[in-house]
């Protein structure tokens, strides 16, 4: 627990200090944070439990990290965690464990991912669907699952490898669906996605 409340320590300050609120002067963004805060914390809210008591829950953050950027979506999962917990009846230290892994982790991971497919792929609109909203999207749930389960207690009666496989199939799920709601961003609302620009994208596709 007290890892888990230093990374959010340090992930809010971080944030907070890039002033992430100027991103909704405009009503570009204003619609897709709103609609995350109000149906968010239902998705937080919904976990699921493997053999020996484990906790998964899909996360959204790579997903708001495209849509909001990485300090907004940081800012954003606090109260959504906040609000999951209390409409799921989540115990709070649980909580933080999920909004640091599930959550910040995972943001941070898809961001570092995300920018080196931004810098080291071609700039073409297929790149940025498949490529940051469905394989990074995998990878840095993957990763974060895999950190969380290595730096955390295992409970009682749960093995590493059962543990590892169920964020590996919590990752594709979470990768197919927020691939598909990127390609229709894309195609409809490329507004909603503050990391998309025509510019990048279209000039050379």
């Known amino acids: ?9 340090v992930a809010l300050a971080v944030a907070l200090a890039l002033r992430p609120w100027r991103a909704l002067r405009g009503a570009q963004l204003l619609h897709p944070w709103f609609a995350s805060l109000v149906l968010m914390p239902w998705l ?17 953050a790579c ?3 495209l849509m909001l950027g990485w300090p907004l979506a940081v800012l954003s999962l606090v109260p959504i965690a ?9 115990a709070w230290p649980q909580a933080l464990d999920h909004l640091a892994w599930n959550g ?3 943001a941070t991971l898809a961001l570092a991912i995300g920018l080196a497919t931004r810098r080291w792929l071609p700039r073409h609109p297929f790149v940025f669907i498949l490529g940051r909203g469905f394989l990074v999207t995998a990878l840095a749930t993957v990763l974060a699952g895999a950190l969380s389960a290595l730096v955390s207690p295992l409970p009682p009666g749960s093995e590493l490898g ?3 496989l169920g964020h ?16 229709i961003f894309v195609a ?11 510019a990048r994208y279209l000039t050379d596709a």
């Open 188 to 198: 409809f609302k490329p507004q909603w996605l503050a990391t998309w620009s025509d």
């Open 82 to 90: 906040a609000l999951g917990a209390w409409l799921g009846g989540i």
């Open 1 to 9: 627990m007290g890892l888990s409340l230093a990374l959010v320590i």
């Open 44 to 60: 937080w809210a919904a976990q699921r439990f493997m053999p020996g008591g484990v906790a998964v829950q899909l996360s959204g």
């Open 162 to 164: 059962s543990i590892l």
């Open 104 to 106: 910040i982790v995972t």
């Open 63 to 65: 997903l708001m990290v």
């Open 168 to 183: 590996w199939l919590m990752a594709w799920g979470e990768a197919f669906a927020t691939g598909m709601l990127v390609a």
